[in-house]
């Protein structure tokens, strides 16, 4: 990797041990990933955040960094392990909240936007077409290069730090332009949101750096969320282009077989104890639909929802966290479905969820069965 | 070979046939390796030069090679054959020198043997006689 002579003083740790730090997670980085120089970036959104993920290493770690680390660029922040505002309603043991707090407290030390959220792309601004951004989450980092026209790698929680700290990142990869080389055909009739999910899934699984998506028509947000979503969870995949692509491109096909495969691999169960929406959070849009979909009606069973906690605020103006809270959801911000501590196999066994993203991780890391059901059908045979 | 993080060390090698899950499989106090089905199976890892194809795993088990670090009980410098981001990014943090090698460089490197690893020098691991 070239670097300029003010990045090798860096790396040398001539401004400072911290900046050393940073300047060679961006270099090691940049070597495993064949970057040749650094880019300057605009926004660096991260992750670990949540205490479940990183534990008592990362806590002491971002404890001591904070001391003398500060941000560079504009910074936000993914969802940490529970609500400040209903902790006290689940059953969450005081050693999780302390340290967890004191993980939010180290990033803020830092100059970091407490947003919480995995959904930055919809409640900030996007900067305009081209520009570079660090986004590790990787639902976000898929919809940043693929819907919103602004570039990202695929982060590690680590570079994407040190791009906060240093304001630059390798340029490797799916900064440059990138034309995919595989084209997936899409070959399901009235697909869902949850179709959707699964699709992107599959596309995780067999693309490399980024794929052609052909066949789909006009996606709504949550549809388009849902496929992030899944994308990002089954592998390094982080770009989708819709159309067929150039002619050598090859082809694979997502038929009726393969989202068999899939739903048969996150779908455990028949019936869940209790359902989950959101993974990735809920936007205000999704919100103000659920509202609508709901027509007066009750959940029959409990019902978690996850969205950031400006979302929270405007649905309350908006009367919605009323309506919904009446109809028996619990509305949780600053955290979501995808590691949350909340759901525990002690009490629950299994899950209703239109999430795959929720699902993989409510099934791999919570330990519980999954129902998976579109959003239409969890309104249809869950309420009354 | 590629330099992923730079600096000297001289020790002697641990080589591991077998890629290594730093999270939940290495104790962060003492370095030991806690997997019985993993081929260093209760062997220390500390201050050893240590030598294996690739770090597989969540990474966050970069926080465990600064945590090792931290607990004075990390190895002397890594040599792997893949570079993966966990591995990557944790010598980074802790500053352990990271090299990459082919996998006839890789076939040299027997267990045992001591040899300097020298970011700055030509050859970058030399053997000591």
Not at chain 1, 33 to 42: M, Q
Not at chain 1, 197 to 220: H, P, Q, R, T, W
Not at chain 1, 248 to 258: G, L, P
Not at chain 1, 344 to 373: E, F, M, P, Q, R
């Amino acid at each position: 990797m070239e670097l300029t002579r003010e990045e090798e003083s860096a790396l040398k740790g001539e401004h400072g041990e911290t900046m050393q730090m940073a300047y060679r997670i961006l270099v090691a980085t940049g070597e495993a990933t064949d970057a040749e120089r650094l880019v300057p970036i605009e926004w660096a959104h991260l992750s670990g955040v949540n205490y479940n993920t990183i534990g008592d290493a990362g806590e002491e770690f971002l404890s001591s960094l904070s001391k003398d680390a500060r941000v560079k660029v504009k910074t936000t922040l993914n969802p940490m392990g529970f609500d400040i505002d209903n902790v006290a309603n689940y059953n969450l043991d005081d050693n999780f909240i302390e340290k967890q707090l004191s993980i939010a407290k180290s990033y803020e030390r830092m100059g970091v936007t407490p947003s919480f959220s995995c959904i930055p792309y919809e409640i900030f601004d996007i900067p305009k077409e081209g520009t570079q951004v660090s986004f590790a989450e990787s639902n976000a980092a898929i919809h940043a290069n693929s819907v919103d026209g602004i570039k990202t790698n695929k982060e590690s929680a680590f570079s994407a730090l040190a791009s906060a700290i240093t304001g630059k990142s390798p340029y490797s990869s799916l900064r440059k332009d990138d034309t995919p080389s595989l084209t997936i055909n899409m070959k399901i009739d009235d697909p869902n949101e949850l179709t959707y999910g699964m699709l992107g899934f599959f596309a995780g699984k067999v693309g490399n750096n980024s794929v052609n998506i052909s066949g789909v028509g006009e996606m709504d947000r949550r549809s388009c969320k849902a496929l992030c979503g899944g994308m990002g969870t089954s592998g390094t995949c982080a770009k989708f282009v819709f159309g067929q692509g150039t002619p050598e491109c090859e082809k694979v096909d997502f038929d009726k077989k393969e989202m068999q495969n899939i739903h048969d691999e996150l779908n455990t169960s028949e019936k869940g104890d209790m359902i989950t929406l959101g993974s990735p959070q809920l936007g205000l849009e999704e919100i103000s639909d659920l509202v609508v979909k709901l027509k007066g009606r009750s959940f029959t069973k409990r019902c978690m929802i996850f969205c950031p906690r400006s979302v929270k605020e405007q649905a309350r103006n908006l009367g919605h966290t009323n309506e919904l809270e009446r109809a028996g959801c619990e509305i949780l911000s600053d955290c979501c479905t995808c590691l949350t501590p909340l759901i525990s196999k002690d009490d629950v066994d299994s899950v209703t969820t239109n999430s795959i993203k929720g699902a993989y991780y409510l099934k791999n890391s919570n330990g519980v069965d999954v129902n998976l059901k579109p959003l239409s059908q969890i309104i249809e045979e869950e309420t009354r | 070979m590629k330099v992923l993080v730079k600096g000297r060390a001289q020790g002697k090698i641990l080589k591991s046939k077998d890629p290594i899950n730093f999270l939940g499989t290495v104790d962060k106090k003492t370095g030991i390796i806690s997997d019985t089905n993993h081929p260093l199976y209760n062997k220390s890892i500390k201050d050893s030069i240590l030598v294996f194809p690739h770090g597989v795993g969540s990474s966050v088990g970069a926080y465990t090679i600064y945590s090792i670090k931290s607990n004075d009980s990390a190895p002397l410098a890594m040599i792997c054959q893949k570079a993966d981001l966990t591995v990557a990014t944790g010598c980074a943090l802790a500053n352990i020198p990271l090299i990459t090698v082919d996998s006839e460089k890789m076939e040299s490197l027997e267990d045992g043997k001591t040899v300097i690893v020298d970011s700055d020098s030509a050859d970058l691991i030399a053997f000591l006689e």
